[in-house]
């Protein structure tokens, strides 16, 4: 979805136009454009107003889970989230053992200084030893921030 908007010098938009709509409901592109004068931004610097174009993408939980992508709620992108995970999955994997198969679904968030300010778990098939050891490990990970004062809340199914 692409969306048009002038942001007046108060930080607040005006003027939400639909440009491109590509989904099949009607009701977000309604929301979005209720939404975003309620948003403050940035105040634009001379006080000058300020027209853009911005894209809302949306995926699907489907879409992530088919592509091995973590769930994320807030300004974190999750293929972000995901590559922290890919390139620190050799630790993960020291906490499973050997021939091992199961699953373990983490649910965290993410500060604004990328740490992870809350863990738990939603699902285990592998025991508590396992469970444990991968919660301790991703919550000394560092991740891509939030924004400056948000939080980013991840679910994440890993399987072996």
Same mark, same amino acid.
Request: net charge negative; proline share 6%; glycine share 8%.
């Given at each position: 979805?692409?969306? *048009?908007?002038?942001?007046?010098?108060?930080?607040?938009?005006?003027?939400?136009?639909?440009?491109?709509?590509?989904?099949?409901?009607? +009701?977000?592109?309604?929301?979005?454009?209720?939404?975003?004068? @309620? =948003?403050?931004?940035? *105040? &634009? @610097?001379?006080?000058?107003?300020?027209?853009?174009?911005?894209?809302?993408?949306?995926? +699907?939980?489907?879409?992530?889970?088919?592509?091995?992508?973590?769930?994320?709620?807030? %300004?974190?992108? &999750?293929?972000?989230?995901?590559?922290?995970?890919?390139?620190?999955?050799?630790?993960?994997?020291?906490?499973?053992?050997?021939?091992?198969?199961?699953?373990?679904?983490?649910?965290?968030?993410?500060?604004?200084?990328?740490?992870? %300010?809350?863990? +738990?778990?939603?699902?285990? %098939?592998?025991?508590?030893?396992?469970?444990?050891?991968?919660?301790?490990?991703? /919550? /000394? =990970?560092?991740?891509?921030?939030?924004?400056?004062?948000?939080?980013?809340?991840?679910?994440?199914?890993? /399987? =072996?």
């Amino acid at each position: 979805m692409l969306l *048009r908007f002038t942001i007046g010098d108060d930080g607040h938009a005006d003027d939400v136009t639909v440009v491109e709509d590509a989904l099949t409901d009607p +009701s977000v592109a309604a929301c979005l454009s209720e939404a975003i004068p @309620r =948003w403050q931004f940035p *105040r &634009p @610097r001379g006080g000058a107003l300020v027209t853009l174009t911005y894209p809302f993408v949306f995926s +699907s939980e489907a879409e992530l889970r088919a592509a091995g992508l973590p769930r994320v709620e807030g %300004t974190v992108k &999750p293929a972000a989230v995901g590559a922290v995970f890919e390139a620190r999955r050799h630790e993960l994997d020291g906490c499973v053992p050997e021939a091992s198969a199961g699953t373990v679904g983490l649910a965290f968030t993410i500060g604004d200084a990328g740490a992870v %300010t809350r863990i +738990s778990t939603y699902a285990n %098939t592998l025991g508590d030893h396992a469970r444990a050891c991968i919660v301790q490990a991703v /919550s /000394s =990970w560092v991740f891509p921030p939030a924004a400056s004062g948000d939080e980013a809340r991840v679910n994440h199914d890993l /399987s =072996w």
